[in-house]
């Protein structure tokens, strides 16, 4: 019995290769080999030039402006993500290039959020910043904070940090959901200038409305590499290009497949 039991598991193991998934496969491949290309060959990479952003090129303007008017800069990545989420994720790598800058013109940095694991990671972000600046000393880890949890009392929070700070520049940048406004039009109130990106669709159209500068979309995740000039995530921008293009070669071509008659008379001739 065992014998003829494993017979009939074997007659039906399809084997060790899926044939339906060859155009996974495929597609893996290709994006393997286009990542590979723009990260090693040098020559890639120096034909390959980002587009001037205007919210990342007023990075700067907005620093320099809060270390004039002696005011503090707030940053926040708002409420709606965690530390896995991407829009996260791109919030820090933009938190450590405005933290070294920060650092050296010694501009007072607050960081207010709503996740303890997000408070520890900027913690570590900033003072990793600052010590490449060369101003470990200048770093006060109570300027990045734990505020609330709660929705709106984090929004509260935040929006009574910049009315009694009055802060000279404010950086959204994050997952924002129904704060993004509350947040937005307390800082124009103070005459802030505000630097706003996201990726929901519903909150830019309020942060266009209210900030001064707006990262749309995938501006929020080429930020890092814009402000960094780091060859590698560059590289990675690059190679998302590269795909998005082939996708639309894809679709376009898929497109007149399933438009067109092949069988058709005219096609033939």
Known sequence: MWILS???????DPGWFDSSKLPVLICALVSIAIVLYTTYDKRSRKRFKMREIAGLKAVEEAIG???????PLIFTPGWGGDI???TTIAS???LGHVAQVTASYDCPLVYPTHDPVIMSVAQEV?????????????MREDDISYVSSSQFGYAAAVDGMISRLKPASIFLLGTFEAESLILAETGNSVGAIQIA??????????????????LIG???????????????????????????VLIVIFLIVATIFATVDIDSTWWRF
Do not use: H
């Open 92 to 94: 820090m790598n933009i």
């Open 126 to 138: 900033v003072r990793e910043s600052y010590l490449k600046a060369g101003y470990p000393d200048r």
């Open 218 to 244: 995938e501006e929020l995740f080429a930020a890092s590499g814009y402000l960094s000039k780091d060859p590698s995530i560059l590289a990675s921008v690059q190679s998302q290009d590269i795909l998005k």
């Open 6 to 12: 494993t017979i009939a598991l074997s007659a039906a």
């Open 65 to 71: 402006r809060a270390t004039e008017m002696a005011r």
């Open 197 to 214: 990106g996201t990726d929901s669709t519903i909150q830019l159209s309020f942060f266009i409305v209210a900030c001064d500068y707006t």
């Open 84 to 86: 896995q989420r991407p």
